[in-house]
Nanobody, 114 residues
Framework: QVQLVESGGGLVQAGGSLSLSCAAS????????LGWYRQAPGKQRELVAA???????NYADGVKGRFTISRDNAKNTVYLQMNSLKAEDTAVYYC????????WGQGTQVTVSS
C-alpha cells in the first residue's frame, strides 16, 4: 500500500502564488511518474503536470509558463509551484503516483479569487 499526503492548498487572489507538496510513503518500489491532477466542480479530472523519475516533465497547455513541477526522489516527494494564478485554476488538486499500481492522494483545495 502507498499513501500520498498533500499539503499547501488554500485561498489566494488572482495573480498570486501557491505551492503544493505531496509526500509518498508506504510500500514504495520504483515510482515512475509523480503528477498533479485537478478537478473543478462539474468537470472531469485533468492532468496538470507530471514528472518522471528521470526528470522529464509534462504540462497541460493552460499552465505552461505559470506552473513548475519538481520532485525529490530521495524523499519521494513531488512539488507544484503555481504562479500567476487565475480564477479558472480553482479546483481540488490531487497527487498521483505511478508505481506498480496507481495511487491517489486525498486532494487539496485551491481557490483563486478574482
Amino acid at each position: 500500500q502507498v499513501q500520498l499526503v498533500e499539503s499547501g492548498g488554500g485561498l489566494v487572489q488572482a495573480g498570486g502564488s501557491l505551492s503544493l507538496s505531496c509526500a509518498a510513503s508506504g510500500r514504495l518500489f520504483s515510482i515512475n511518474v509523480l503528477g498533479w491532477y485537478r478537478q473543478a466542480p462539474g468537470k472531469q479530472r485533468e492532468l496538470v503536470a507530471a514528472v518522471t523519475s528521470g526528470g522529464i516533465t509534462n504540462y497541460a497547455d493552460g499552465v505552461k509558463g505559470r506552473f513548475t513541477i519538481s520532485r525529490d526522489n530521495a524523499k519521494n516527494t513531488v512539488y507544484l509551484q503555481m504562479n500567476s494564478l487565475k480564477a479558472e485554476d480553482t479546483a481540488v488538486y490531487y497527487c498521483r503516483a505511478d508505481s506498480l499500481g496507481v495511487y491517489w492522494g486525498q486532494g487539496t483545495q485551491v481557490t483563486v479569487s478574482s
